[in-house]
């Protein structure tokens, strides 16, 4: 019996063994997973970085080398790959630029964390010297910040500028940088007795036109209305004009979706086609008695909102009228216009009309649009004409541009800014490099191996330029370890245009404090709850 026994405990032995493996391959998978998320994007970093070509299901085309953008059309079925795309959002959504660098980040993170765990050392030490590590490279890049003034136009156009240098859309920087500056100028409120302004990006509305260039692009004060006016024969430019936005329709009423009504015979059809023009007449008349002559209608699910019928009686009054405002665009135009929305005939009175300067129908090659400025009782908010030469033009170019808004706004919430190329990237990584070195225990390891993994920005935008990365990494590395001696000090970075290392402060690459932040933060949470998970547990449904 003896020799059962110990095969039993052998078998035994083996499953408890099978049970400990387990973990380890779930942590390598995924991690493997995530890397295969981060490497697939890491060509498009960089002034210099590739673009992708996305390809939806219905044959639409997009071409864009925005991380976000990128990942969210991807097809991802790994459960720790879709954290890296819920990462990119986090980051798109948080600061709205450097949605690649911070997949890229997480990326290196997660190969340095692989190397560590080969070495035996536990997933909670890793994850606890990670954060050890994103502490120490935080404070080296708030200390390399410098403050901004907000009423400096120069320092955000240079972080404007940078932002936009890595788009499709680079060669028109010098249009689209001003553009984004002066939309978040024109809609940022100062923090009374704070630091910084608030900015609420969907005070600045994108309007896309295909036709002429982006060089086109424009900025309007005032409010864009990206359709033609519903009049057959009135007028198409009205100087000072009084405007009224209704939520009711000008046209019969109908009845209920299940209700029916019979007419049997030509008196009492007639009877309901007199009633019908009576009902429309009454509301015209209310409309030319309040004095209004640019009428705009919210767009209508169960009815028409005009009728031609209506729309023959506002063109006798010589009243404007557009149609099929979208219910999501009310709050925005209440606020362009300083109006509020009537919903019932008895509130369209001349004291609920608001007063422009300039209401007219531009007619263009690609259609018409209204454009109606001086409103001079309207709020914060600005108009940004995007155009291009065809969709998947102005789709980027729209990109590119609300990737420049977002970062002034990041200037503006956080008035700090930082050198570009990859400099607080090299800085922190030299930084924690000469910590490991003093560093206790696991520290020492998993502080040299977050150094490691910050190179990975410099060398992929070295890699992306078509530059030696080791050399170039190196070579940053000398110019960080030098500091003062080298006489580029901290601000030393990737110059992909002259293909060496350079003062980026002095070659005006300059970046938001908060994006840099916002990245390091972002990807050492994410690696650090890849990190934790030892199980993935399927549903029962």
Request: glycine letters at 8%; proline letters at 4%; charged letters at 20%.
């Amino acid at each position: 019996m003896a020799p059962k026994a110990g095969g039993d405990s052998a078998k035994v032995n083996s499953a408890v063994y099978k049970d400990k493996s387990k973990p380890t391959d779930i942590r390598l998978s995924n991690i493997n997973a995530a890397k295969a998320v981060s490497d697939a994007i890491r060509t498009s970093l960089g002034p210099r970085g590739m673009d992708k070509m996305i390809q939806a299901a219905n044959g639409e085309v997009t071409i864009t080398n925005d991380g976000a953008t990128i990942l969210k059309q991807m097809s991802v079925i790994h459960p720790a790959a879709k954290m890296l795309v819920e990462l990119s959002r986090a980051q798109d959504i948080e600061a709205g630029d450097g949605t690649t660098s911070v997949v890229v980040i997480a990326g290196a993170l997660l190969d340095a964390a692989e190397k560590l765990l080969q070495k035996g050392i536990h997933p909670t030490v890793i994850s606890d010297g990670f954060q050890k590590a994103l502490q120490m490279a935080l404070q080296v890049v708030e200390g390399m910040s410098t403050p901004v003034d907000l009423t400096n136009e120069d320092a955000l156009l240079k972080a404007a500028a940078t932002s936009l240098n890595s788009k499709v859309v680079s060669q028109h920087s010098t249009i689209l940088a001003p553009i984004a500056v002066q939309a978040i100028r024109a809609v940022m409120e100062p923090i009374v007795g704070g630091v910084g302004a608030r900015v609420d990006l969907r005070d600045v509305k994108v309007i896309e036109r295909i036709g002429g260039t982006v060089e086109d692009t424009e900025l309007i004060q005032g409010l864009v209305i990206p359709h033609r006016a519903s009049n057959v024969s009135g007028p198409h430019r009205i100087e000072k004009a009084k405007v009224g936005l209704i939520q009711f329709c000008i046209s019969p009423p109908k009845t209920d979706m299940d209700h029916n009504v019979i007419v049997s015979d030509y008196a009492a059809m007639d009877r309901v086609l007199k009633e019908e023009r009576q009902y429309i007449l009454n509301i015209v008349k209310q409309i030319k008695k309040a004095g209004c002559n640019v009428l705009l209608v919210q767009k209508s699910i169960l009815r028409d909102a005009l009728s031609d019928l209506a729309v023959h009686f506002l063109d006798k009054i010589k009243t404007m009228v557009i149609k099929d405002i979208e219910r999501e665009d009310i709050e925005f135009v209440c606020k362009t216009l300083g109006c509020r929305p009537i919903a019932s005939l008895d509130h369209f009175t001349a004291e609920n009309l608001v007063n422009v300067d300039l209401v007219e129908e531009v007619n263009e090659p690609a259609g018409k649009y209204i454009k109606m400025t001086g409103c001079g009782q309207g709020g914060r908010t600005v108009s940004v004409l995007v155009r291009g030469t065809s969709g998947a033009v102005v789709a980027e170019a729209a990109r590119s541009l609300h990737d420049a808004l977002c970062a002034v706004r990041c200037v503006a919430r956080r008035p700090a800014l930082l050198a570009g190329g990859g400099a607080p990237e090299a800085a922190a990584a030299a930084a924690l490099a000469r910590a490991s070195l003093a560093a206790p225990g696991a520290d020492h390891y998993c502080l040299r191996a977050y150094a490691d993994a910050l190179d990975v920005v410099p060398s992929t935008l070295a890699e992306n330029a078509g530059l030696n990365p080791i050399e170039t990494v190196t070579e940053l590395r000398a110019a960080h370890a030098g500091g003062a001696e080298s006489g580029v000090g901290s601000n030393a970075g990737v110059n992909v245009r002259r293909g060496r290392v350079t003062d980026m402060r002095q070659e005006h690459v300059l970046q938001p404090l908060h994006v840099t932040a916002s990245a390091l933060a972002l990807s050492t949470e994410t690696v650090r709850a890849i990190l934790k998970i030892d199980d993935i547990v399927n549903t029962l449904n």
